[in-house]
């Protein structure tokens, strides 16, 4: 008689199974943790973050304008707003980084309130191409500042599309856009409406959709500052040199 | 009794340390398969505590059992009724309870705790 119960296929086997359990629970356990079960549940942690980014793009613009005055007041405490306080600022508002005002155009852009069935309902919205388009077309006309929905274009912006929305920098916008861009107002009007792909949204996408499209030149604008983060973690400076 | 628990912690240890995961497509898949090998490991127990194990027709069973489960899984996804895995689920969660009743009631037997 064999007392044994274990047989090598047995233990073997065993093996395996013990093997598989394991790879099953790798897998499930990355998965919990990197995705929950239904899209709710996304939509509303997307919601969650969103609005801790809100509340976190608050407090980092209340901390900057502090930081702002506290440097400001030293510079005046020691009696003189020394060179550096002064480049300082200089550089902070070329990297858009406080709000500016100035002459420019404000340009509006909307989706269209009627779609005709027969066409492809995506020639009656706005995209992030159009928007680029023009935004692309204010640089060329020498724009020294612009912000979308108050959204302040800096060298990192990106805008893309995401879904049924426009996401200039990390912000999710909706139809209608408003671009504040300040500069010479005369030649950024006629640099977007001469820009080949931004002239088709004023010209015949305009009268052929009925997309809303209007350019306006303001004496007074104000282009909000960035109020995202702004710390590189790949580039660096390179040593010692300014170019 | 303590080989076969040595060598599913072998396994488990094994699996993971080299933290393996699977596509997550082929989870259920996986998780039959598990059923499955539960199953096997149980009824070869079974079997051994009977006298009536035999190699061939244990190996045999596991793989059959193991391919047969993912293969209904696979049906399943093909022809658009997920829920086919349950059925093997169901039927090897059966099996694997009746055999640890069996299982039980021998390894009962040979420490002379009943009767």
Redesign the interface.
Known sequence: ??D?????????????????????????S??VTARPQRVSDLVSVVRDMESQRAELQDRYSELREKMDTLERNAAEDSGVRSSFTQELERVRQSAGLSAVVGPGVKIVLADAHEVDPDNDPNDYLIHDSDLTAVVNALFAGGAEAIDVNGERLVSTTPIRCAGTTILVNSARLGSPYTISAIGDSGALESFALSDPVASLVFGPYKTQYGLEASISRVDELRVAAYRGSMRPRFASATPGGES | ?L??AL??????????LT????P?AL?TY??V??LA??D??LG??RA??E?T?D?KA??FG?FTNTLMAAFIVFIGDRIGVRELYLAAVVAFGMRVFDNLGQVRR??FQ?WGWER
């Open positions: 008689m064999n044994r119960i274990y047989r090598p296929a047995l233990v073997v086997v065993v093996v395996v199974l013990g093997f598989l359990v394991a790879v099953s629970f790798n897998t499930t990355r998965l | 009794m080989v076969l060598a599913l912690a072998l396994g488990v240890t094994l699996g993971l933290s393996i995961t699977v997550v989870l996986l998780g398969a598990v090998a539960i096997s490991c070869g127990m051994a505590l006298q194990f190699d244990f190996v596991f021998g390894l040979r």
